[in-house]
């Protein structure tokens, strides 16, 4: 199994570019089943997870052509077998997202229900009773969910219990080609779910307010080919600005969207760092002075990102005073905590709080990933400790990281591969 060895306490300095956001990629690849004409995708970062997409797509009979580094030309002519098997969906439980596109092309679909996970329960009881409400007959057995729509889904009203990223974009790919109107209220608003909404609306669908908490889908007999962009991932430089702020560095990350790191950049702001967007597409941190600590809490966009919240508690490891770190999304996902505090993190976890002091002296030990942020805030821990950290399972990381080490090599960091 990869690792990294990290030898900390260098500054990081210089420019690094975003990828396309691995959580828009996924349902964009989905969404290519609702046509049997080719959609070409661009800036598609070349992570494990996307890899998993790709083969569940040729799985269900589409052909796959990857172009130059981030292209993805997908031609779902027509659907072999409308079934997401369960040992891909236990590797990465976004295969779900094709629960919607299957039911609303094939009429039917077999999915392998996920099981647990590292950060909480995360059931799919969203997007079944969703899809249910647009008509799908759904069963449970064996482990799969069936759902099966002969003679086509139809439009209604569908208001979610919770705000589910994937069971609205489940629900959005569904209802553009259900009979008549759909409202999905109390939908998410995430920037992922505006950009799969781009694509669909590129493809003939009939949508109005993506971004919003109430998204209406008037539904089309057919959807066409397209070519779309993936947005930039906003995790992944989020989690750039983060590696510059805890190494006291001036780090600029490029080829990203400043507007969907709005709740990152105020709690920087708040902490002492300086932040600026000395161009289009470009967010820069210096962090020359102390840090202070602050409290934050995850909330659905535009709040603060579950997604950023390990990496965000890695910081205020390095900041002087007590700040309290609440995860709202998920019930737990404070599994990087135990190892951050193997190399000497003051932190203590109450419920879903954890309530972090500092500054101290972290020392390099050698860690394990869990999940794919926790390994992104070991990472990042590891640049201020002191000696040569051993990040171990770093599969986690590539399931959403685009050649990570790279990228902070080029920045300064001494950071290497090793199996
Ligand atoms: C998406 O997961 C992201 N994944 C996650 O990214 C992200 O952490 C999460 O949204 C929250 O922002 C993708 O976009 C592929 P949810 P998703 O449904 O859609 C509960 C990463 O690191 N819930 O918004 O699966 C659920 O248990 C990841 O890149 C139900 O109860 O998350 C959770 O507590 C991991 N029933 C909350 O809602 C359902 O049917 C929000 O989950 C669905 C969800």
Redesign the pocket.
């Known amino acids: 199994m990869d690792k990294f060895l990290i030898d900390g306490g260098v500054r990081l300095v210089g420019e690094v570019s975003a990828s396309g956001a691995?959580?828009a990629a996924?349902p964009a690849l989905a969404a290519c089943l609702l046509t049997s004409e080719e959609v070409l995708l661009h800036r598609v970062p070349r992570v494990r997870d996307i890899r998993t997409m790709q083969s569940l797509l040729v799985h269900t009979g589409a052909s796959l052509v990857e172009e130059g580094e981030s292209t993805v030309r997908v031609h779902a002519a027509d659907i072999v077998a409308a079934e997401a098997p369960y040992e891909v969906v236990k590797t990465m439980?976004?295969s779900s997202l094709v629960l919607g596109p299957l039911v609303a092309r094939a009429g039917k679909a077999h999915v392998s229900m996920p099981g647990g996970c590292a950060?909480?329960?995360?059931?799919?009881?969203?997007?079944m009773s969703g899809l249910e409400q647009l008509g799908a007959v759904i069963t449970q057995s064996h482990g799969y969910v069936e759902a099966s729509a002969p003679n086509g889904l139809k439009g209604t009203n569908v208001l979610f219990d919770?705000?589910?990223?994937?069971?609205t974009e489940d629900l959005m790919m569904a209802a553009v080609l259900a009979k008549g109107e759909t409202i999905l209220d109390n939908a998410?608003r995430?920037p992922?779910v505006v950009d799969l909404a781009n694509l669909l609306l590129k493809m003939g669908a009939r949508i109005t307010g993506a971004g919003t908490s109430q998204i209406k889908i008037t539904g089309v007999d057919r959807l066409h080919g397209a070519e779309h962009s993936i947005i930039p991932d906003r995790?992944e430089a989020g989690t750039f600005l983060l590696a510059g702020a805890i190494t006291g560095g001036d780090v600029t990350v490029t080829d990203c969207e400043p507007e969907h790191l709005g709740a990152l950049i105020a709690k920087l702001r708040e902490c002492g760092c300086q932040i600026t967007e000395p161009a289009s597409g470009k967010v820069r941190v210096c962090a020359s002075g102390k840090l202070r600590s602050v409290d934050m809490k995850t909330e659905e966009h535009p709040g603060f990102?579950?997604?950023l919240q390990a990496q965000f508690m890695a910081l205020m490891t390095q900041a002087e005073g007590i700040s309290f770190v609440t995860e709202t999304?998920?019930e737990n996902r404070f599994m990087h905590v135990l190892e951050l505090v193997r190399m000497g993190a003051n932190i203590r976890v109450e419920g879903r709080q954890a309530i972090i002091a500092g500054k101290v002296h972290l020392s390099s030990a050698q860690v394990i990933c869990s999940d794919?942020?926790a390994s992104a805030s070991l990472v990042l821990a590891a640049l201020v400790a002191e000696g040569t950290t051993i990040v171990d399972r770093v599969y986690h990381m590539d399931r959403?990281y685009e050649q990570i080490e790279k990228k902070l090599a080029g920045l300064g960091a001494s950071i290497r591969r090793s199996n």
């Open positions: 691995k959580n996924l439980r976004a950060i909480g329960a995360r059931p799919i009881n969203l997007h919770r705000i589910t990223v994937t069971g998410a995430e992922e995790i990102a579950t997604d999304i998920f794919l942020r959403g």
